[in-house]
T-cell receptor, first 114, second 112 residues
Framework: DAGVTQSPTHLIKTRGQQVTLRCSPK?????VSWYQQALGQGPQFIFQ???????QRGNFPDRFSGHQFPNYSSELNVNALLLGDSALYLC?????????????FGPGTRLTVL | KQEVTQIPAALSVPEGENLVLNCSFT??????LQWFRQDPGKGLTSLLL?????REQTSGRLNASLDKSSGRSTLYIAASQPGDSATYLC???????????FGKGTTLSVSS
């Protein structure tokens, strides 16, 4: 049973560019959440997708957007990249938008903005 | 606004010691609380999940407690091993049961 997978593993971009990160949830999971983890910090919630809709959003600007596909996989898009967007981006999956189960995290995508 | 604090930020112990990691949160209206482990540059591995109605959970050498009224949780690790070296993160789920709010973590180093 494959767990949560993310691609790519690493990414280097320059300021002002746009980036798309991808996530496939654990088998049987229908909800995907995205988190940003800066160096030395705990992860911060970006948004959650359930039934192909954004269900909740954290304190992130509109430059951060996402999408969920019918197969429950998800994309995170970041426009007009800033140096401060450099971080580890984590995807987590669960069953249902309000889950009593744990969220399962992927290995993350390390984004470096130069 | 919910804030999660973890103390200490770093901890070094010799192998075999029992240890306690602390987590506090400012808003007791949580859905559940989780402890995660993170190895350097890697994703998060869930260790224990405590529902808001529960007081503790145990898994092997790990025991986590929850006191919602005081806004505190502890993670007890028995007979620590070098393989336990990692960053331990505490996270509370908001009342909607959707977003996790994390502390900054405690980095544990266990020497042999």
């Amino acid at each position: 049973d494959a767990g949560v997978t993310q691609s790519p593993t690493h990414l280097i971009k320059t300021r002002g560019q746009q980036v798309t990160l991808r996530c496939s949830p654990k088998s049987g999971h229908d909800t995907v959440s995205w988190y940003q983890q800066a160096l030395g910090q705990g992860p911060q919630f970006i948004f959650q997708y359930y039934e192909e809709e954004e269900r909740q959003r954290g304190n992130f600007p509109d430059r951060f957007s996402g999408h969920q596909f019918p197969n429950y996989s998800s994309e995170l898009n970041v426009n007009a990249l800033l140096l401060g967007d450099s971080a580890l981006y984590l995807c987590a999956s669960s069953r249902g938008s309000r889950s009593t189960d744990t969220q399962y995290f992927g290995p993350g995508t390390r984004l470096t903005v130069l | 606004k919910q804030e999660v604090t973890q103390i200490p930020a770093a901890l070094s112990v010799p192998e075999g010691e029992n240890l306690v990691l602390n987590c506090s949160f400012t808003d007791s209206a949580i859905y559940n609380l989780q402890w995660f482990r993170q190895d350097p540059g890697k994703g998060l591995t869930s260790l224990l999940l405590i529902q808001s109605s529960q007081r503790e959970q145990t898994s092997g050498r790990l025991n986590a407690s929850l006191d919602k009224s005081s806004g505190r949780s502890t993670l007890y690790i028995a007979a620590s091993q070098p393989g336990d070296s990692a960053t331990y993160l505490c996270a509370v789920s908001n009342q909607a049961g959707t977003a996790l709010i994390f502390g900054k973590g405690t980095t544990l180093s266990v020497s042999s």
